[in-house]
């Protein structure tokens, strides 16, 4: 059937998967905004459909609960994961950027190097986690299917095939990945549910976990502490993809309705529950016929200890396709942030720097300090951090009616000075102080028993609530700060500001910075704005 000349058109836009991608993080031009929110939903999804969420599936089993509490707990947590996250997709569509450069309007054109720094470690962490729980399942499952050995030189041929592979898909950039994602989302969730087959005639959907009837006073009391950790586990999965939606979404046009593409975000959270599922009831199975490997937190052992010979060739596989999904999802932003913190780096430059040392780090976090059960931990408290500059990003776009200066945010990036978000040199200390207070409150809440315990952790009988007070803390002193100390009146465009105050405009004209300017002398350093806060 031949194209009619929009599709023609269309499709002489579209550069081809091989071809590298050269955007940086400069505004995506309108022409080649092509995407869909069908395409951010392939990227949310596919990101997140691997074993590192089953092995997340599977901490409420290991927790103690009752599989039906720990269905409710996983639904609550992805739930309220999704709604604190679907926001975050407006910003790519929006400006045309990704979403740490957005975070200039509100943090300042300096400020923003904390949502760059957020969505480094988050990258490092989850790329991290994707290789190593993906290169095990596959080497485990390939030692039951063939009689391949486990042991540190196959488990490192595998992070190495998953690193270089990675690696590679996030040099060619967004195309690519877009289409190694729409391949990854339909054959992984296939594969997962192909093992209601492989585990339906074990599962037990009345499991009773250590909570019921007979448990003592002592066990009983743990039983909320288990429920809220669950969920809490369950709601960081969607609130880390926050930092790095603009990556994906950008591409889609500014005029699309910004209900579907946030509609694209949640749904994408909500299809996860596929593989949080299977970890459930394969945890559950495993805490029945083969706890040994719970009590020791090897989920993935147990997963092939008590799986059919006939599904360890769907392991590997599913092993393969998810962690190809999940650490490009990480590592493709990080190489395109890192470009725009030092604009000396290409963005495939940047990418294969910052893909050389998380390889590395894989390696040597695994066999020299064996560091895998530290860096979920580390996962947690990044995203403890994480929550409050996003709900700042969130509450920020509504009281800017989603207006932004293109140029403004491009200020960092080209090395000048000034403009609609220069604020105090740089800084908007409002938002840098609520943050700040707020991801240090949060810190001060988390109790991960055996691993991170802060001040306050045992404060609520040891329930963890971190994440619930960084998100609430940030929400009602931003929005208090803003009525208090109001923003320039610049800062919001010509309609004004919805629901808070407006102070004085700037009107702080964009220069090239003296710093960077060859020769810049005495008079250079005049034209350089001034800020009489």
Request: hydrophobic content about 55%; charged content about 10%; aromatic content about 12%.
């Amino acid at each position: 059937m031949p194209l009619t000349e929009t599709e023609a058109a269309l499709s002489a836009t579209i550069p081809p998967v091989t071809r590298v991608e050269q955007h940086g993080i400069e505004p995506i031009p309108g022409p080649e905004r092509t995407s869909r929110p069908l395409d951010l939903f392939r990227l949310s999804f596919g990101g997140a459909n691997t074993f590192a969420t089953v092995v997340l599936g599977s901490f409420p089993i290991i927790f103690g609960l009752s599989f039906r509490d720990a269905v409710l707990a996983t639904l609550l947590g992805v739930i309220a994961g999704a709604l604190v996250l679907a926001p975050m997709a407006v910003f790519g569509p929006t400006n045309g950027t990704n979403n740490a450069v957005s975070s200039s309007a509100h943090l300042g054109v300096h400020g923003r190097v904390v949502g760059s720094f957020l969505s480094l470690l988050t990258a490092f962490a989850f790329f991290s986690i994707s290789v190593w729980s993906s290169g095990d399942a596959l080497v485990g499952g390939a030692n039951r299917l063939v009689g391949l050995p486990n042991n540190v030189f196959t488990l490192s041929a595998a992070y190495a095939v998953f690193a270089v592979l990675i690696l590679t898909v996030c040099i060619y950039g967004y195309r690519f990945m877009l289409w190694v994602n729409k391949i990854a989302v339909v054959a992984a969730s296939a594969l997962f549910l192909l093992g209601i087959f492989a585990f339906a005639g074990a599962f037990d959907p009345s499991y009773a976990g250590i909570f019921g009837p007979g448990a003592d006073a002592e066990t009983a009391a743990l039983f909320w502490p288990s429920f809220i950790g669950a969920a809490l586990i369950a709601m960081s999965n969607p609130i880390s993809f926050g930092a790095f939606l603009g990556d994906w979404s950008r591409y889609i046009p500014k005029e699309t309705p910004k209900i579907k593409v946030m509609g694209a975000a949640f749904l994408a959270q909500m299809a996860t529950l596929v593989p949080f599922f299977f970890g459930l009831v394969t945890a559950s199975i495993v805490a029945v016929q083969a706890p040994v490997f719970l009590e020791n937190s090897d989920y993935v052992g147990g997963l092939l200890e008590i799986a059919p010979a006939w599904y360890f060739l769907p392991v590997c596989l599913i092993a393969l396709i998810g962690g190809m999904s999940t650490g490009t999802t990480a590592l493709y932003g990080t190489g395109l942030d890192f470009s725009s913190v030092f604009p000396r780096f290409s963005r495939v430059q940047a990418t294969i720097f910052i893909g050389t040392l998380a390889i590395i780090f894989i390696f040597v976090g695994r066999f020299a300090f064996n560091v895998v059960q530290s860096i979920s931990t580390f996962a947690v408290l990044i995203i403890t951090c994480t929550a409050p500059w996003m709900i700042i990003m969130i509450i920020g776009f509504v009281t800017r009616r989603g207006w932004y200066d293109s140029d403004s945010l491009q200020v960092f990036n080209r090395r000048q000075v000034g403009g609609l978000y220069w604020f105090n040199n740089g800084w908007n200390w409002r938002a840098m102080g609520v943050w700040a207070v707020s991801a240090a409150t949060g810190l001060m809440f988390v109790n991960l028993p055996g691993q991170f315990v802060g001040p306050l952790g045992n404060l609520a009988a040891g329930v963890d609530l971190s994440i619930p007070v960084s998100l609430g803390l940030a929400a009602v002193l931003y929005l208090l700060v803003l009525v208090i100390f109001p923003e320039p009146a610049d800062a919001y465009g010509p309609q004004g500001p919805r629901f808070v105050r407006v102070g004085a405009a700037r009107n702080s004209p964009i220069t090239a910075d003296p710093k960077h300017t060859p020769n810049a002398g005495p008079a250079a350093a005049e034209t350089a704005p001034t800020n009489a806060f």
